[in-house]
């Protein structure tokens, strides 16, 4: 069983350029979420997919950021006009709803974005 | 969503036991306690979670209070891949449990 697998692991951008991350869950997880980590701090929610359908979206998640999961397996998080205040970790996560305790979370190695 | 207490910081050294506290005074009756783990440059790592009863699992030991106030990870012996930033998270076992993550504790382990 393959774990949560992000792509691209870095990229760097300029100013006003958009990105895209991909991220592929584990087979069978129907929870999707996205999360971002600047350097010293835990990570910060941003949104989150049950199957397609995006339940919740965090206040942190500006206009320029938009996140898809078209056929509820993959996802995508697009910035657009980037910024440097962007520039962070930007961790996928899946889950599988329906078990019993607690509901465990498994994250990606996370995609580093730099944008100078 | 309830609040967790941790140490900034902890040391310890190869090969002896670690225990990491944890507080979490509002608590609710369905919230699990999970913890966590963050290794440089990688994604957070489950460790262990528990509800009520004490847990044990290859990794590690959760000891969790008779009033579930508070919470201790074990690690019972230390090892230099053991060196991350662990974090305790409250989560309820209804809903689909969106994790909030503090700022954890930063234990470093000493050869």
């Known amino acids: 069983d393959t774990g949560v697998s992000q792509d691209p692991r870095h990229k760097i951008t300029k100013r006003g350029q958009n990105v895209t991350f991909r991220c592929d869950p584990i087979s069978e997880h129907n929870r999707l979420y996205w999360y971002r980590q600047t350097l010293g701090q835990g990570p910060e929610f941003l949104t989150y997919f049950q199957n397609e359908a995006q339940l919740e979206k965090s206040r942190l998640l500006s206009d320029r950021f938009s996140a898809e999961r078209p056929k509820g397996s993959f996802s995508t998080l697009e910035i657009q006009r980037t910024e440097q205040g962007d520039s962070a970790m930007y961790l996928c996560?899946?889950?599988?709803?329906?078990?019993?305790?607690?509901?465990?979370?498994?994250f990606g190695e996370g995609s580093w974005l730099t944008v100078v | 969503d309830a609040k967790t207490t941790q140490p900034n910081s902890m040391e310890s050294n190869e090969e002896e036991p670690v225990h990491l506290p944890c507080n979490h005074s509002?608590?609710?009756?369905?919230?699990?306690i999970h913890w966590y783990r963050q290794l440089p440059s990688q994604g957070p790592e489950y460790v262990i979670h528990?509800?009520?009863s004490n847990v044990n699992n290859r990794m590690a030991s959760l000891a969790i209070a008779e009033d579930r106030k508070s919470s201790t990870l074990i690690l019972h012996r230390a090892t230099l891949r053991d060196a991350a930033v662990y974090y305790c998270i409250l989560g309820s076992s209804g809903g689909y449990n969106k994790l909030i993550f503090g700022a954890g504790t930063r234990l470093a382990v000493h050869p």
């Open positions: 528990g509800l009520t």
């Open positions: 509002t608590i609710s009756g369905t919230d699990y």
């Open positions: 996560a899946s889950s599988f709803q329906g078990q019993i305790s607690g509901n465990t979370i498994y």
